[in-house]
């Protein structure tokens, strides 16, 4: 987008979001569209440089596949993955983003194959200062991998763009601001009154299916599950279709990474907690577990579905609308999801396992919820002329 920021005055400053330790949040509009700006550090001057451009005249001997090289035992150390067993299976089993150098490689040859020039140095310069920022490297990766991650449109210099998205509050009652979204089937009902909260039910109960979407393919879609370390309302945001999305993914590490993460020393269990990520502590050793205990789905029960789908004294004494079984139901199994240690069922030690039955009970219940609100909506139902039409869900 260098271009288009200092050239065609095609980028607009809007405002900050966020300044702090260097790192910058930027709200822009990009050829009329708005974006996201982000960068790690405050200048491209404190980025360390790329090695090779001290001991080179020029960049001009550089060809796309030396870039790809490089690029790629970057993208390996920053992610975690440079493990001498990576390529035991030739080429990183499930795709990039936890493969070995073959599938890196080819993530990042793809768009430069064609291309007949070398890389000059100014460009070199600025894909160094991208791959030290270990957001954008995780981003750049999945890119054509996961729909659950932001898309990266542009870069120029140590700033990069992501699409624009609405973050999630904890304050908002829907956590997501539901307004703008386009879902297929619920265009048509433009009326208001019950039917039309109806409507903003059966969606938090489509982006409570796009979590339980987005855990499962993290858990089992990729060479090593992806671990969240940081699960608020703050770092996923919602898109048209009700597509959960991950936006702030600096706390997002494979598994590999995670477990060095957490194999530190410990005298208790508090000692090996990592933010949202945690593990046991060895009395014996003082050696803290390198396998994780909780999981992205126990986390993202906690703190996105309770308060979603617990039940309250507000609720219980306000009158309101007697609840579905199956309201009850996932009351139950989200208390129960947040509470269990659901990496103790997994036989294997890695966290795959553990955790199916109570996803699958999840889904199944969201799925018969979803359902439910249709068929109301469609016929009417029993909400119809309720001032209010839902009891513990929004609270």
């Known amino acids: 987008m260098c271009e288009d920021l200092c050239v065609l005055g095609l980028v607009e400053y809007k405002r900050c979001l966020y300044y702090e330790n260097g790192k910058k949040v930027i709200e822009a509009r990009w050829r009329g569209n708005p974006v996201i700006l982000k960068s790690k550090l405050e200048n491209f001057s404190s ?200 936006i702030d993914v600096d706390m997002a590490f494979f598994e590999p990474k995670m477990r060095d993460i957490l194999d530190q020393n410990c005298s208790s269990d508090d000692d090996c907690n990592f933010f949202d990520c945690s593990s046991r502590c060895d009395p014996m050793k003082r050696r803290c577990s390198p396998t994780r205990r909780n999981t992205n789905l126990q986390v993202i029960c906690e703190k996105i579905f309770r308060p979603w789908f617990s039940p309250t004294l507000l609720g219980a004494k306000a009158g309101l609308p007697l609840q579905s079984s199956y309201q009850v139901e996932l009351q139950r199994a989200v208390q129960e999801c947040s509470e269990t240690d659901q990496s103790e ?30 068929a109301s909506a469609e016929g009417g139902g029993a909400w119809e002329g309720k001032d209010h039409v839902h009891t513990a869900l929004n609270f």
């Open 345 to 374: 069922e997994d036989e294997d030690g890695g966290g795959r396992g553990g955790g199916r039955d109570v996803h699958q009970r999840l889904f199944s219940i969201l799925n018969r919820l979803v359902q439910e609100g249709r």
């Open 47 to 246: 980025y360390e440089p790329l090695g090779i451009l001290d001991y080179q005249d020029t960049a001009e001997e550089l060809s796309p596949l030396d870039v790809v090289f490089y690029a790629t035992l970057e993208v390996r150390n920053s992610l975690g993955l440079a493990g001498e067993d990576e390529d035991e299976d030739g080429g990183g089993g499930g795709g990039g983003g936890g493969g070995g150098n073959g599938s890196l490689a080819r993530l990042w040859g793809k768009k430069l194959k064609s291309r007949d020039k070398s890389i000059s140095r100014a460009e070199l310069a600025s894909l160094w200062s991208l791959l030290q920022q270990e957001e954008y490297t995780f981003l750049r990766v999945l890119q054509d991998l996961s729909s659950h991650v932001a898309r990266v449109l542009g870069s120029c210099g140590h700033f990069y763009a992501v699409e624009y998205l609405s973050a999630g509050h904890a304050w908002d009652q829907n956590i997501f601001s539901l307004d703008d979204v386009s879902v297929p089937g619920l265009q048509d009902q433009n009326q208001a009154g019950a039917r039309g909260r109806w409507t903003s039910r059966e969606m938090v109960h489509r982006i409570a299916l796009s979590f339980l979407d987005m855990v499962w393919h993290f858990d089992n879609d990729f060479t090593h599950k992806l671990h969240l370390c940081d699960i608020k309302p703050e770092n996923f945001a919602i898109r048209k279709d009700l597509t959960v999305v991950a």
